[in-house]
């Protein structure tokens, strides 16, 4: 039995694997770097460390990661079901709407001003997110199609809605400013820091525990390993699916409602944000587990802040990180990616059991007669 | 509501749908496969910008539009390898290579032009609009055919090469047939990868025509994030056409009608105009709908009449 529980590095295999996708995309962006600055070592010097070296720059980190950290767990409990529904990104931005809206036409005392608007913004957030499983389920159009569609939809509706009825008359577009009762209020001084923070950590919990202690996170991932097998064993597959979407849009909208009235002072977004793509990568680099997924989220938010200073310091454009977070996507998601080394060294531990095995059996053989 | 029946209208539909066009015609061909392609929007948007780039450098019109459609085959090659060979999830893929392109273009465009939002400053050649000779001269219709950018009319003649190619040829068989059932193509001698790259390539090939339509041909530079969804849209305009490129066509001329429509709304009428910018995604939607609804009636009264 001892011979089980020995240290295997294989059991460690998909953590080296997204490590070593990250490693090859850093020395790939190393690469490009070097074509194209003049001080190239001093670039990538400020990229890796530059976020480090100031106290703003740490925090900008965590506050650069919050967006992410919401949006990731959203799709963790959205995708886990096993649907490509993307609609997050539409929970999202009008979750911001939603909160506004609340902040600047209804009145309401501190806390509870907080507590209503991240709340609707959560439920609306939540059935945005059902919406393209819901249509899908009844005219079997692709879900991840639909999702897009409303995405864009969403986007200009949340567009409209702002600019039809908060809209600030005269200066940059943007709505009013919001209340003090509606604002998250700072949590550390000298820093943008909110209690957002705070909230964000709760969610975290809730969707650990959700996911991988509840009955109910084992139903939507049985439902996403094998929806016929769910059926077979008695999961009402699609009330799980559209549970599944509403709690991850309920956390999208949230997270929406958080970014919005935590870090801004109005609403300012004009373009479409499009968090969801970056929460799909950071969700992917956790593999697939809530657990890492703060990890994972600061990470990306350091090399964006890193690739932020740089541009500053060695005028090189920031979005050079977009090569490498696609780059580690592609290697993340092939199942090929180190497939062989994997493979190979299964054999070899299998011989190796084999033939322990034909030992014992000869030896016992032997005892016998 | 005078501007429906002037020619602009309609020559404004047909120029709108151009790129959609194309894009469908991309997303049909690898649905076709049984593909799911999401990086058509990616692949657009960095074949416009190589074709602007190599065609400002090289002073080349036909070095920019073939370096254009080798990015555009490449990129595709890149996720089929990545989504076939490897094995990944398609869609995350296609996520990756959207990613890389909306962040790279950008980066590209600010390393090479020091600006991050167009690169009008380079000076890059454009495809030329062409009068069909003849059709110019019929009075109402010549002035809605003729005077298109040679792309329309390429993308029309890749409408008619892609149904020619998927129902007239034992290739499009094949590929139809990859689509429909792998496991038994592939027990009936098919080879399934080899079918799935070529149908790559078509997918390459028109969707690099469809970025650089927008930036050498409807407009003359290219601008950060110009595709703006086009490649999206056109997953839907497959539902919608259930891969058949002739009503792909149709159901670009649809996204080309509420397009122009939403233009001209925002010109004559005083509704919200950030609601009006919805108008297509919505009308799709509509659309999309309807499509299947009446699709899946007629799959049900045909299992009935089956069974009677």
């Known amino acids: ?369 | 509501m005078n501007y429906l029946v002037s020619p602009n209208f309609w020559f404004s539909i047909l120029a709108s749908t151009t790129p959609v066009l194309l894009a469908t015609l991309a997303a049909n061909i690898v649905s076709k496969a049984g593909i799911f392609n999401l990086a058509i929007e990616g692949t657009m948007l960095i074949c416009a910008l190589t074709g602007v780039l190599v065609s400002a450098f090289t002073k080349s019109l036909v070095l920019g539009a073939l370096a254009g459609v080798f990015i555009g085959i490449a990129i595709s090659y890149i996720l089929g390898y990545f989504a076939l060979i490897m094995k990944g999830a398609m869609n995350a893929c296609g996520v990756a290579i959207n990613l890389a392109a909306t962040g790279g273009t950008v980066f590209v465009l600010a390393t090479v032009t020091g600006s991050k939002a167009s690169s009008s400053s380079l000076v890059s050649s454009t495809f030329p609009n062409i009068a069909v000779p003849f059709i110019k001269n019929i009075p109402f219709a010549g002035s809605i055919l003729s005077g298109h950018n040679i792309i329309t009319y390429l993308a029309w003649f890749f409408t008619f090469l892609t149904w020619f190619l998927l129902y007239k040829t034992k290739l499009g068989q094949e590929i139809r047939a990859v689509g429909e059932n792998e496991e038994t193509s592939r027990s009936a001698g098919i080879n399934v990868n080899l079918m799935k790259f070529i149908s790559l390539a078509f997918c390459g090939v028109y969707s690099a025509f469809g970025g650089m339509y927008l930036s050498m041909g409807s407009l003359k530079s290219f601008t950060a994030g110009m595709v703006a969804g086009r490649g999206y849209l056109s997953l839907a305009m497959n539902s919608i056409s259930q891969g058949n490129p002739i009503l792909g066509f149709a159901s670009s001329l649809i996204y080309g009608f509420a397009e122009t429509m939403t233009v001209y709304l925002e010109l004559y009428s005083k509704l919200n105009l950030k609601l009006i910018s919805a108008f297509p995604y919505i009308f799709i939607i509509v659309v999309l709908l309807l499509v299947q609804t009446i699709k899946n009636n007629i799959k049900k009264n045909r299992k009935k009449s089956l069974q009677n």
């Open chain 1, 1 to 369: 039995m001892n011979e089980q529980k020995k240290f295997d590095i294989m059991n460690y295999f998909s953590a080296i694997r997204i490590l070593i996708a990250i490693v090859i995309s850093l020395l790939l962006v190393f690469v490009i770097i070097f074509f194209v600055s003049d001080q190239p070592v001093y670039a990538i010097f400020k990229m890796m460390v530059g976020p480090l070296q100031t106290k703003r720059g740490l925090f900008n980190v965590l506050e650069r990661a919050t967006p992410l950290i919401f949006t990731a767990l959203a799709l963790n409990v959205s995708l886990r079901s096993g649907v490509f529904n993307i609609g997050v990104d539409g929970s999202f931005y009008m979750g911001a709407v939603i909160a506004s809206a609340f902040a600047l036409q209804v009145n309401m005392p501190n806390v509870i001003h907080q507590i209503v608007l991240i709340t609707a913004a959560g439920i609306i957030g939540g059935l945005i997110n059902t919406l393209p499983i819901m249509i899908g389920k009844y005219t079997k159009i692709d879900p991840t199609v639909l999702a897009i569609m409303f995405n864009s939809i969403f986007y200009f509706v949340g567009l409209a809605y702002v600019s039809a009825f908060l809209l600030q008359k005269g200066g940059s577009w943007g709505s009013y400013y919001f209340p003090d009762s509606a604002r998250l209020g700072n949590l550390i001084r000298g820093t943008s820091m909110h209690w957002g923070f705070v909230i964000m950590l709760f969610t975290i919990v809730f969707v650990i525990v959700l996911m991988e202690k509840s009955s109910f996170g084992y139903k939507v991932r049985l439902t996403g390993a094998n929806p016929n097998f769910a059926k077979y064993v008695g999961i009402k597959t699609v009330l799980v699916v559209i549970g599944a979407q509403f709690i991850g849009g309920f956390i999208g909208g949230m997270g929406g409602a958080i970014e919005m009235v935590g870090m801004y002072k109005r609403f300012q977004w004009q373009s479409q944000v499009s968090y969801v793509w970056d929460g799909l990568l950071v969700h992917m680099l956790a593999n697939e587990n809530p657990f890492f997924i703060p990890i994972t989220a600061i990470f990306i938010a350091y090399l964006r802040v890193g690739a932020e200073i740089m541009s500053r310091s060695a005028r090189l454009d920031p979005e050079i990180v977009a090569f490498l977070q696609g780059i580690v996507i592609l290697l993340v998601a092939s199942e090929r990616f180190l497939y062989t080394f994997k493979k190979r060294h299964e054999q070899k531990l299998s011989l190796q059991q084999a033939k322990k095995a034909e030992e014992k059996a000869a030896l016992e053989g032997g005892n016998s007669i």
